[in-house]
């Protein structure tokens, strides 16, 4: 025990020895490095200051010149990498290009600035740079050139600095190039560039950040939103270009229980354009979410972006939040897509303030079309059945037009799409119940109301002709279902058209329901069309309603909500329709 704690110890100390020698000699290599590098740099701009003042200049660049804009340098066995820039000047002492005194020979003078960092592996993170300023031996001569002046901004109007900017020159044989970075103020300020019409093609860039360009036209793009740049002799040409940084948008889709429904296709569009006859967008692309219903879009530029699904199974509901995204900078922001069973044809709704373009809650949209009419209430998930015509024997609600048991005293498909009461020889019977399949609802909910339809029948089939009963479960396998009131009690019935649910059957994910119908005329029976039951939950669009398996054609359209005017008009639905409707308060 003692030889192996002295052996521990020996061991600690002779690591501790060895990494003190390994970091001492990496300093020592990092400064040597450094006086390898300025040692360059220097050289280099000595030999610059020797030459004639029209040499100076980056080859195919402005201002023209011998020197190259990148070389490879090896010194001592180790390659450096150097960077020449050089810019002209324009000294304010004797005014400046486009200002007061206007200077028409602005190019004074011009600063060279080299930059070295080491290769093929080396730590060095940094590069050295020195710079140095070389006048000319007299002054200035006049110049028939002009000015580029390019101004970087983000989206929140601040400059952008240390950008890289890339010009090409394709009036120019051959181009005349120019890399260069922007300054604090997000400014790149080309003193004395030769003129040119629109050719000047301009890119912008840096690390983490959106790129923005000039695009010339081309055939499939005749008119671009962005023309290069033109330069007039003597005259200041100002481009502006906005660039941020990139963001992370996580893209879910599920389905109205916030249940996830994988392998969707999807069709994504931003609102930045790049040619407008006829109109390019800058992103415009469809991709498929996973197994999971997820699909990571990674290092995407900010923008406005809409979404539509391009699957022959599935149609769009709605969408958290609502469309389009608004994506902003530097953020990981996610959106959830509700995908449905496609149908024939459907009507999204998003209703929205004029005034701050939010989503409205509350509001009440009233749909209505030959020999169908329904209400519904954004911000208020929901699930419904209008047919019953399946017959008995589900347990768990798949099919929409099944159910779970009945006592064999009503109609369910006389015709379908109706419930009634069975009728025996010329009399109905005088009640019935039927019983639903278990809805699973995806998660807990708070409950709110029970909407069916009709809602008024005949006076002499007499009062509460139609009833409803509640039962609510975590489990969708309880021990038996609890069916209550509104009240909570076995011995009470909803017995009118939404109607506030028992609140104590909140935070439940399953629910089902029994319908007791009756009559007091045995030549009359009431009719139940359709009953529905609405819930929130985080998987709830906010300013959204969805109608689905309706019929193309022509419906009027009513948008109610209290302090805002009421909106109706007509829509025309054919096919998975969109409309947005926009309130206006009435104040």
């Known amino acids: 025990m003692e030889v192996l704690v002295s052996m521990a110890i ?29 040692s ?34 090896e010194r001592d066995g180790i390659p450096f990498t150097l960077i020449t820039t050089v ?15 206007n200077d028409t020979s602005p190019a004074d003078y011009k600063l060279v600035e080299i ?48 950008a890289n900017v890339h010009v090409v020159n394709t009036a120019t044989n051959p181009d005349t190039v120019i890399n260069d970075t922007t300054d604090n103020d997000g400014w790149v300020k080309i003193i004395d560039t030769p003129t040119g019409t629109l050719s000047y093609h301009i890119t912008i860039s840096k690390a983490g950040f959106s790129t923005d360009y000039t695009i010339a036209p081309t055939a499939e793009n005749t008119t671009p939103t ?21 963001t992370d948008l996580n893209i879910n889709t599920i389905n109205s229980n916030c249940t996830a429904v994988g392998n969707v296709l999807l069709d994504m569009q931003g609102s930045k354009m790049v040619g407008t006859n006829p109109i390019i967008y800058k992103l415009e692309e469809s991709f498929i979410t996973n197994a999971s219903g997820i699909y990571n879009y990674n290092n995407l530029e900010w923008d406005d972006y809409n979404f539509s699904l391009s699957s022959s199974s599935y149609m769009l509901a709605g969408s958290i939040p609502q469309l389009p995204v608004v994506v902003e900078p530097g953020q990981t922001q996610s959106v959830f897509l509700i995908a449905l069973p496609k149908t024939e044809n459907s009507l999204l709704v998003n209703i929205k303030d004029a005034g701050t373009g939010l989503p409205l809650s509350g509001v009440e949209i009233y749909l209505s079309g030959t020999g169908y009419e329904s209400t519904l209430t954004t911000d208020l998930g929901y699930v419904r059945q209008t047919d019953w015509s399946g017959g008995a024997g589900q347990s768990v609600f798949g099919n929409p037009d099944e159910y779970f048991a009945d006592d064999g005293s009503v109609d369910n498909s006389s015709p379908a799409g109706d419930l009634k009461l069975k009728k025996v020889g010329a009399n109905y019977l005088p009640s019935g119940y039927l019983e639903s399949s278990t809805f699973d609802l995806g998660q807990q909910v708070d409950f709110k109301n029970i909407i069916w339809e009709p809602l008024t029948h005949d006076p002499d089939i007499g009062v509460e002709p139609i009833k409803f009963q509640i039962a609510s479960s975590n489990s969708s396998t309880p021990e038996s279902w609890e069916f209550v009131g509104p009240d909570g009690g076995e011995d009470t019935f909803y017995t009118s058209a939404n109607t506030l649910i028992w609140s104590g059957h909140n935070n439940n994910q399953y629910f089902r329901y029994k319908v007791y119908l009756s009559t007091s005329d045995s030549k009359k029976t009431p009719t139940l069309s359709e009953v529905a039951f609405t819930y929130t939950n985080e998987c709830t669009p906010p300013g959204q309603v969805f109608f689905s398996d309706l019929s193309a054609g022509t419906y009027n359209l009513e948008v109610s909500k209290a302090g805002y005017l009421l909106v109706s008009g007509e829509v025309d639905i054919l096919g998975n329709t969109e409309t947005v409707v926009n309130l206006s308060t009435s104040i």
Do not use: W
């Open 40 to 73: 360059l740099i220097s050289e280099q701009l000595e030999i610059i200051r020797n030459m004639d003042f029209a040499d100076i200049g980056i080859l195919q660049g402005v201002p023209a010149g011998v020197l190259p804009y990148s070389q490879i340098i």
């Open 10 to 38: 020996f061991l600690l100390f002779a690591m501790a020895i060895y990494g003190g020698i390994t970091f001492v000699f990496k300093i020592v290599y990092n400064s040597r490095v450094q006086i390898l590098e300025t």
């Open 115 to 162: 930059s070295a960092i080491c290769r093929n592996g080396c730590s060095q993170q940094v590069p050295i740079i020195l710079n140095t300023i070389v006048a000319p031996k007299g002054l200035e001569g006049a110049s028939d050139n002009g000015h580029l002046f390019i101004k970087v901004f983000a989206k929140d109007g601040l400059g952008v600095p240390q």
């Open 87 to 101: 810019r002209n000047i324009d000294d304010p002492f004797d005014g400046t290009a486009g200002g007061t005194p």
């Open 226 to 246: 962005k023309l290069p740049a033109n330069v007039t002799s003597q005259a200041i040409t100002e481009v502006y270009l906005s660039i941020d940084e990139l």
